[in-house]
């Protein structure tokens, strides 16, 4: 099975709206995290939000904010008020446990294209 | 700070040749991970270093290895270079569980 698992290939979303991006997860350990990153074009994987199992608050940062419902074992990424530079791919990644703290899983990647 | 850097940023080989990556993690992060990207396997884990020991493994033949040094700078080999080995290499860095940084990546191309 998929650990990390992005079913929208492609997306599109007009200027100033908010997109959700999905991604489910699947893990056995109790202790994991999720990030999401975004891709541009020039290669570069930017670090955008990060969400640990035990946090209880679902993670924001700035106009990122991540709905991270655990029962169902999704951690969708939310962006509003989307601009054009927005348009990139966006990956979702998963670490598992707490002794392996740098290896990371990721998804196949969300390619976002936002419109005017 | 300065973020992850990686040298160089482009390089072209052959196929049988063998070719260094290097990353310099931000200050002060101890932890440096390689991942190899590519359109058909995506975004793939090939090893961690803490500390100058290799931490972690992924699922790779080895020909691909790496070192660390005392000042966490990584590099990363890869030895008898085949076509598929054409990718967009990314290190990163971390300081604990809740970050993981990347560089710009290296592109190589294997002809």
């Known amino acids: 099975a998929q650990k990390i698992t992005q079913t929208q290939p492609g997306m599109f979303v007009q200027e100033k709206e908010a997109v959700t991006l999905d991604c489910t997860y699947d893990t056995s350990d109790q202790s994991y995290g999720l990030f999401w990153y975004k891709q541009p074009s020039s290669g570069e994987m930017i670090f955008l939000i990060y969400q640990g199992s035990y946090d209880e608050q679902n993670a924001t940062e700035g106009r990122y904010s991540l709905n991270f419902q655990k029962a169902r074992k999704s951690a969708n990424l939310v962006i509003s008020a989307s601009q054009l530079g927005d348009s990139a791919m966006y990956f979702c990644a998963m670490r598992e446990g707490t002794g392996t703290a740098s290896k990371l899983t990721f998804g196949t990647g969300t390619r976002l294209q936002v419109t005017l | 700070k300065a973020g992850v850097t990686q040298t160089p940023r482009y390089l072209i080989k052959t196929r049988g040749q063998q070719v260094t990556l290097s990353c310099s993690p931000i200050s002060g992060h101890r932890s440096v991970s390689w991942y190899q990207q590519t359109p058909g396997q995506g975004l793939q884990f090939l090893f961690e270093?803490?500390?100058?020991?290799?931490?972690n493994k992924g699922n790779f033949p080895g020909r691909f290895s790496g070192r660390q040094f005392s000042n966490s700078r990584s590099e990363m080999n890869v030895s008898t270079l085949e076509l598929g080995d054409s990718a967009l290499y990314l290190c990163a860095s971390s300081t604990d569980l809740r970050t993981q940084y990347f560089g710009p990546g290296t592109r190589l191309l294997v002809l």
């Open positions: 270093y803490f500390s100058e020991t290799q931490r």
